[in-house]
């Protein structure tokens, strides 16, 4: 028996109904068949979308992927962590490098060749002799490789055939390039070397000083009023080996500088 409340509701007025009985199942219910081949076949669909989520690429990433059938084996970088390592489809693995290793006593070197630049005009001569024969080296390696004698070069006679100006003769070669000095103006030389000869030249050079660069390279200094350096001693380009003068077979102050390769003279223009 029910009754009625003032807002419309019923309400039970008589004893409560009995409990159903829970009824128990003795026979187990049958398993899905296809239970286990769709769990197979969501296992490669998985493994892509977690290993998206967690490199970054983003879960909605890795199912596109999946789904797609795209993503089938990934190589990770030996600095993130494996994310599985089941063989098969869908397998992530970390691609695996060799071990470098030396023995205990190994030495290593660190040595490297000569390297010469323009700003290391000795490095660049150095290793322009030492490569091959002083002969055949041509004018365009070999220019710029010598320092200028003077602080200002400024030519007043030049290489090769010209009128001898004391006794008015044509045809004489005239062995190096002459610069206008005043006497007493230092003279450089023109590249780092030793001193073989430092004296009076008997052929009209007057006072003259020879430096050996090595491999057959020289160069002369003539008509000097003095001299600073002796024969033996070590010299370096720049260095002031004497004063300018006009000593010798000369009509006025100046120098006379000439570069001699095995022994024979050539254009100081080509080397300077």
């Excluded at 004893?15 to 286990?36: F, I, K, L, N, S």
């Excluded at 350096?229 to 004063?243: E, L, N, Y």
Aim: net charge positive; aromatic share 4%; proline share 6%.
């Amino acid at each position: 028996m029910t009754t009625q409340t003032a807002r419309g509701r019923r309400r039970a007025t008589g004893p409560a109904p009995e409990p159903r009985p829970v009824v128990e199942h003795a026979a187990e219910r049958p398993r899905d068949a296809h239970r286990d081949e769709r769990r197979r076949r969501r296992a490669p669909f998985r493994q892509a979308t977690e290993f998206a989520a967690a490199s970054g690429v983003g879960q909605k990433a890795g199912i596109a992927l999946a789904a797609t059938g795209l993503v089938l084996t990934v190589t990770v970088p030996v600095t993130s962590p494996v994310l599985a390592s089941t063989a098969g489809s869908g397998a992530v693995s970390a691609a695996v490098q060799p071990d470098v290793t030396a023995a205990a006593a190994a030495k290593v070197d660190f040595s490297r060749t000569a390297v010469a630049t323009k700003g290391d005009p000795d490095g660049k001569l150095k290793q322009l002799l030492s490569a091959q024969s002083v002969g055949s080296i041509t004018r365009a390696a070999s220019a710029g490789t010598l320092g200028a004698p003077l602080d200002q070069m400024v030519t007043a006679s030049p290489f090769g055939y010209r009128v001898n100006p004391i006794t008015g003769g044509s045809g004489e070669f005239h062995r190096g390039q002459d610069y206008a000095a005043k006497c007493g103006t230092g003279v450089h030389a023109a590249a780092s070397g030793t001193v073989t000869f430092n004296g009076w030249h008997p052929y009209g050079g007057g006072n003259r000083v020879v430096i050996d660069h090595g491999n057959g390279l020289e160069t002369t200094y003539n008509h000097l009023s003095s001299s600073s350096v002796k024969v033996g001693q070590k010299v370096t380009r720049g260095d002031i080996i004497a004063m300018s003068g006009t000593t010798g077979a000369s009509t006025g102050c100046h120098l006379h500088f000439e570069v001699m390769v095995n022994g024979d003279v050539v254009d100081p223009l080509g080397w300077l």
